[in-house]
């Protein structure tokens, strides 16, 4: 079966590092996805690793170990906008990528 | 502008009515999704259509139907045999789903409420 799990909420500092877990168990797994989410509005995407390592895109970082079944998303120099839920999902290979997604976690950003 | 469409924002259903949920997409995406989010739960996937005229069953299909007449539409119909409506509804799309990597870009939502 499949099963991803992450934090259900965080608090970080404005200006602070915040790293968010994400573990999976999935067969045929070809990638993983991060997706910001505001409330109320769709979730935008934000990374994608299919390899091990670390991929670099400004003040967001996502790294992906498929040995170990865990990712992390790496938030820098935290703003108050930043403030939302971040969306672990994994594209499963098939006759269509299928995400499964996990359940969010929801990240509050305090002055 | 090139995005996904989806109205209206808010919807309301009585007892034993069907309700549409319409997303549009000018992305020209092959691939179109119904996810439904519910507090404290993950996006679950109801339908998906790969191509125009065919579509499958996600994990949560029952109570609800879909068409795919044209490319750039994908309605979904919540219809009264599902119980438990209430949730918000997203629509998404990507370029196709031949095996490879393929982002799905959202649509804004549609809040369903059951009165």
């Known amino acids: 079966g499949q099963n991803i799990d992450q934090p259900t909420e965080m608090t970080a500092t404005e200006g602070a590092i915040v790293q968010i877990n994400c573990t999976y168990q999935?067969?045929?797994?070809?990638?993983l996805f991060w997706y910001q989410q505001h409330a109320g509005e769709a979730p935008t995407f934000l990374s994608y690793n299919v390899l091990d390592g670390l991929e670099e895109k400004g003040r967001f970082s996502s790294f992906l170990s498929r040995s170990k079944g865990y990712s992390y998303l790496l938030l820098k120099e935290l703003q108050m906008k930043d403030s939302a839920s971040y969306l672990c999902?994994?594209?499963?290979?098939?006759?269509?990528?299928?995400?499964?997604f996990g359940t969010g976690t929801r990240l509050q950003v305090f002055p | 502008d090139g995005g996904i469409t989806q109205s209206p924002k808010y919807l309301f259903r009585k007892e034993g009515q069907n309700v549409t949920l319409s997303c549009e997409q000018n992305l020209n995406h092959d691939a179109m999704y119904w996810y439904r989010q519910d507090p404290g739960q993950g996006l679950r996937l109801i339908y998906y259509?790969?191509?125009?005229?065919?579509?499958q069953k996600g994990d949560i299909a029952e109570g609800y139907s879909v068409s795919r007449e044209k490319k750039e539409s994908f309605p979904l119909t919540v219809t009264s045999a599902q119980k438990n409506p209430t949730a918000f509804y997203l629509c998404?799309?990507?370029?196709?789903?031949?095996?490879?990597?393929?982002?799905?870009?959202f649509g804004p939502g549609t809040r369903l409420l059951v009165l």
């Open positions: 998404a799309s990507s370029i196709d789903t031949s095996g490879g990597y393929e982002t799905q870009y």
């Open positions: 259509s790969q191509i125009v005229n065919d579509f």
């Open positions: 999935t067969s045929g797994f070809n990638g």
């Open positions: 999902a994994v594209s499963q290979r098939g006759n269509t990528d299928k995400l499964i």
